[in-house]
């Protein structure tokens, strides 16, 4: 089989035909690729309008599974999948039609780990805005080549913005690494996808064309991760990050390196853990959430990740001042006295003068 499209579902009853109708409208027979859908648990009529599809077309599989997140049901999806490239698909998003073959065949062409595209954004309830340039008209010539994901992720042509949803990539790369989605980070989970996957992936292309359609609305991750409904699932996420990347560091130090096409060295490792944590505690110190704050203190404390040595980082020509400006106020958050200092002020400054941080 040449493609697997892997579509998690939860709760897009009103999204997932739209969805479902553009994958079916691609330029491969049914024999030549699957579309797995994994419901995750959905309480509305989402997995049943894709058993429905998949009762009238026969590349389309659903399978169901108690509710685990976005990170599971796309595990669940690589498990079940059996392409030679795989591509991710959000169940409220879609893609141009007949582009699918297209894309396949220039990536086994240029024999290509990884080949990502652009992607255009249009909000919910609005008529979209016409892509700017012709998807169907992709040629070879269009690709630009890159020799690893991790110079085609440094690269200033491809998109800031990078997910999991806008490339194919090889099957048996994530099968000989053992590349993973974090089960129990549902927000922002692709990025830690995509760190190690770029480590893994040799030849890569990019196509500048805007192949796939980002549904944006209100009740989306990216507008509500910082309300009060999501924002503890949120922090408690970055949490399990962080604790993944310090068991990596303690393997590393104790001789067992991960299993990475381009390893990641020990001083990389702490820095990005160090910076992890500095992007936790400035969240719970913007949120203001006393409660939360000491939790997720605890936590951290019980996992050695906390007080982290304090660094100061060196600013390259890339770096911006909002870069800049933020490691000057986090640089000192190892010094707990400082770290609830901010808090302090930022509770105030919150909630009025007359709220005591300490009470």
């Not at 579509?7 to 997932?16: D, G, H, L, S």
């Not at 989402?46 to 685990?68: L, P």
Request: one cysteine or more; hydrophobic letters at 35%; a negative charge.
């Amino acid at each position: 089989m040449k493609l697997s499209v892997i579509v998690p579902v939860y709760n897009v009853e009103m999204y997932i035909k739209e969805c479902l109708d553009s994958l079916i409208q691609q330029s491969l027979s049914d024999e030549e690729y699957e579309i797995i859908c994994i419901d995750d648990g959905s309480t509305d009529l989402s997995g049943k309008i894709a058993e429905d599809y998949a009762e009238e077309y026969k590349q389309i599989k659903v399978f169901q599974q108690e509710n685990k997140g976005v990170s599971a049901a796309r595990n669940e999806g690589v498990r079940r999948a059996g392409g030679e490239y795989i591509c991710f698909v959000d169940p409220d998003d879609y893609l141009s039609a007949g582009i699918l073959g297209n894309l396949y065949k220039m990536a086994v062409k240029n024999n290509l780990d990884k080949l990502m595209y652009g992607y255009i954004r249009f909000k919910d309830g609005k008529k979209e805005s016409p892509a700017n340039k012709d998807s169907e008209k992709i040629e070879e010539k269009d690709i630009i080549f890159f020799k690893d994901g991790l110079e085609m992720e440094k690269s200033r042509i491809t998109p800031d913005w990078k997910i999991v949803w806008n490339y194919l990539v090889r099957r048996t790369v994530i099968i000989k690494y053992n590349l993973q989605f974090l089960e129990g980070v549902s927000y922002f989970e692709d990025e830690e996808f995509n760190l190690w996957l770029n480590r893994c992936v040799a030849d890569c292309g990019y196509i500048d064309r805007e192949i796939y359609h980002y549904r944006q609305y209100g009740t989306s991750t990216l507008h509500t991760f910082m309300d009060d409904n999501h924002f503890e699932h949120y922090i408690q996420g970055r949490c399990k990050v962080a604790i993944y990347h310090k068991k990596i560091l303690d393997n590393l130090i104790d001789g067992k390196s991960q299993n990475l096409r381009v390893p990641m060295g020990q001083k990389e490792l702490e820095e990005m853990i160090c910076y992890e944590i500095r992007k936790i505690l400035s969240h719970l110190i913007y949120k203001a959430d006393r409660n939360i704050f000491e939790h997720i203190l605890q936590i951290l404390t019980k996992e050695n990740l906390y007080p982290y040595p304090v660094r100061l980082y060196h600013m390259g020509i890339d770096k911006t001042l909002l870069r800049f400006l933020f490691d000057c106020f986090t640089v000192l958050y190892p010094l707990e006295w400082y770290l609830r200092f901010c808090m302090m002020v930022r509770c105030r400054i919150l909630k009025g003068f007359m709220v005591d941080y300490f009470d």
